[in-house]
């Protein structure tokens, strides 16, 4: 099993016929998702690579095929409408890729999202996979992946990819992997992902990958003291980082003394994570704590 | 600030010696002369005295006028001052601490306020974090009187001061909105002999991803108060941020370039730079990143850390090259590729006349770092 897509996850891609959008759908229907429709205002009626209809608005690929779950690529001065088109229609999981959102206008987002079932991941993340159900919805490359019992949690893109490397170096499969973003202001949070992977019965650990910048580590902390069944390993990356100086992702900024990295170690230990010491580390813990 | 309602003192910009000396005059021979420059912590670093008299002014004015000044978040070699600020010192009663930035923990803008104004406030955070007020304002409501009274009365303010403050946050509520800020803050906010609010030192972060629609925030963009370097990556898209140590990395990710740093410092070595040069670059991207890193003089060895997704590992094997080729460079690199094209990157590393030592894995890499350091 696995968390948030699986095998009738009826996948929308907002954006399908721009660059990145296609060339990504693409490799997604590869590995196995089912992609359903996409949406291009002004381009309804066409075909995505002679299979996947294309509509306008994201209620008519709701209505028409089923759409359940949306990934975005749209631009990021039109992705803030995208996101609220496919709440507003109903869709169960929103994954928006596309990077560069003024943060203000997300504050807007997160804020009309309160209170909705919907559940929104990103922005300016990778996106989720569940190998063993063959659905991808993101931009991670498919084959480093294997089915398995691990799953993993992160705020970084590449990154991800180490981990789920090493994992698959040693046979550790995963049962879902999700991205949650590196933005300061996004969806889903650490939390809500742990929460989902504790009541997976088909997880039997987590790997979370946190970063400078914010209190998201310290908030996973907190769940992982009071409410995590399960054993998490993990990394934060950025000690080497200097204060007041953004490292690339919006997030990577320190700015007071919870957003530093030996902070965030000292709060996931005293929660009962395992701290995995340096990057080259994650599949090596990971066989550890699974071994027992 | 002022364009938005927010007093501040009276002063104007001086870029020359004579200028200086005008102005302190104009105030009447006492003055406070401030260095103009894009960085935090400049009062700390010499860049902000109080003069008595406009000889004292010219010297000092000789003293910080195409010097480069060195605070805590310009990096060791600092940036440049062209222009002070004088102006009319304030008959201080009390120094607040005000600002506005986005809090990720609670999704939402957020104004923090305290009575403990003038110092840094990460120290008072840290020491006293009880007089740190905060109060969450609602992206769709704004920022609401009874929040500006809870500050005030908060901060133990005098009552005819209550509505002069809550104006003055939600004016600069109005600016960090309008103008797509990340950071709006005023330190001192100066509580005046004569009972008036006045901001008499302030600092504004814009957020990158809006310059879209901020032209005019566009335009306050002064490169010569940027790394030389740093500039020429913002130019071309890339992430850049240069450091003190030999090490210079290139990676695709900011997670796994700040990683790969973590990992240099491991075996004893420090980074040179954080580097991300994206998903989506192509080899003259790749191409320009390496030779930004090569453009620093302090980079003794490259580590190329790339875990190929949607970037090919091809692709930036031949911008190296490249970058090599066109300097006649001949660094010492420590490669590890892995995922996308991984194969025919490591090829292309391979047959070129580079001295590349090829790892296939993270720990590999910090091993072939602290060999080569000991050669």
């Known amino acids: 099993m696995s968390i948030l897509v699986n095998k009738d996850s009826r996948v929308l891609v907002q954006g399908i016929t721009g660059r990145e959008g296609g060339f990504h759908a693409q490799r997604c229907i590869e590995y196995g998702t089912n992609v359903v429709a996409g949406v291009t205002p002004g381009r309804g009626g066409s075909l995505f690579q002679e299979s996947v209809r294309v509509y306008n608005r994201v209620d008519e690929a709701v209505e028409k095929e089923g759409a359940n779950v949306s990934m975005i690529f749209v631009p990021a001065a039109f992705a803030v409408d995208a996101i609220l088109e496919a709440a507003d229609a109903g869709i169960g999981l929103i994954a928006c890729i596309t990077e560069r959102i003024p943060t203000l206008e997300m504050l807007k987002v997160v804020r ?47 990154l991800t990819y180490e981990a789920v490397g090493q994992l698959s170096a040693r046979n550790l499969g995963q049962s879902t992997v999700v991205g949650i973003g590196g933005d300061p202001v996004s969806g889903m949070g650490f939390v809500e992902v742990l929460r989902l992977f504790n009541d997976d019965p088909e997880t039997d650990m987590v790997v979370l990958m946190g970063e400078i910048g914010g209190t998201k580590e310290q ?11 399960k054993p998490v390993a993990s990394l934060i990356v950025g000690a080497t980082a200097p204060p007041g100086r ?42 550890e704590i699974l071994k027992g | 600030m002022s364009e938005y309602g927010i007093p501040v003192p009276k002063g104007r910009v001086a870029m020359t010696k004579q200028q200086v000396r005008d102005a302190v005059d104009e105030l009447g021979g006492v003055a406070v002369v401030k260095a103009q420059v894009h960085a935090g912590g400049r009062g700390n670093a010499g860049g902000v005295k109080v003069v008595k008299s ?60 305290s009575e403990a104004g003038g110092v840094e406030i990460e120290e008072v955070a840290s020491s006293t974090p009880e007089k740190i007020l905060r109060e969450p304002v609602d992206s769709v409501l704004g920022f609401q009187p009874f929040q500006g009274r809870r500050l ?58 809006a310059f879209y629609r901020q032209k005019d925030v566009q335009e306050l963009r002064d490169v010569t108060q940027e790394d030389p370097l740093e500039a020429q ?23 796994l370039a700040m990683a790969t740093m973590d990992i240099i410092q491991t075996v004893g070595a420090a980074p040179a730079n954080f580097l991300d040069v994206g998903g989506g670059a192509d080899d003259e991207r790749v191409k320009l990143a390496f030779g930004i890193i090569l453009s620093d003089p302090a980079v003794k060895r490259v580590l190329i850390n790339v875990f190929g997704g949607i970037l090919r590992c091809d692709v930036v094997a031949r911008g190296v090259v490249a970058a090599c080729e066109e300097r006649g460079a001949q660094p010492a690199i420590v490669a590890r590729m892995s995922g996308t094209n991984s194969e025919e990157g490591r090829k292309v590393l391979e047959d070129s006349d580079l001295q590349v030592h090829l790892v296939n894995t993270l720990t590999e890499a910090a091993e072939a770092l602290k060999e080569g350091m000991s050669q």
């Open chain 1, 112 to 158: 009309s999202l309160r209170g909705k079932t919907v559940r929104l991941l990103g922005p300016n993340c990778p996106g989720l996979i569940s190998p063993g159900d063959n659905c991808k919805v993101g931009i991670m490359p498919g084959n480093i992946h294997q089915p398995g019992r691990v799953g993993v949690v992160s705020r970084s893109g590449t």
């Open chain 1, 219 to 229: 908030e996973a902390a907190e769940f992982i003291k009071t409410e995590m069944q």
């Open chain 1, 246 to 287: 953004r490292m690339g992702h919006a997030g990577a900024i320190i700015t007071g003394s919870a957003a530093r990295a030996d902070e965030k170690v000292a709060a996931l230990q005293s929660a009962g994570a395992v701290v995995i010491p340096t990057p080259g580390d994650i599949g090596r813990i990971a066989e």
């Open chain 2, 54 to 113: 406009a000889d004292e002014a010219e010297k000092l004015a000789d003293s910080l006028l195409g010097k480069r000044l060195v605070t805590h978040q310009t990096g060791p070699s600092g940036v440049p001052v062209e222009q002070l600020l004088v102006e009319e010192p304030a008959a201080i009663q009390k120094e607040l601490y005000l600002a506005i930035t986005i809090d990720g923990g609670t999704r939402s803008a957020v104004v923090i306020a």
């Open chain 2, 152 to 209: 005030a009365y908060g901060m133990q303010l005098p009552p005819s001061l209550v509505r002069p403050f809550t104006d003055l946050v939600a004016n600069l509520y109005r600016l960090f909105i309008e103008k797509d800020c990340t950071l709006a803050e005023i330190n001192p906010l100066v509580i005046t002999d004569n009972d008036q609010v006045l901001a008499v030192d302030g600092k504004l972060n814009f957020d990158d991803d």
């Open chain 2, 233 to 255: 990556a913002t130019d071309s898209g890339i992430s850049y941020v240069r450091l003190d140590g030999d090490v210079g990395c290139l990676v695709n990710g900011a997670g």
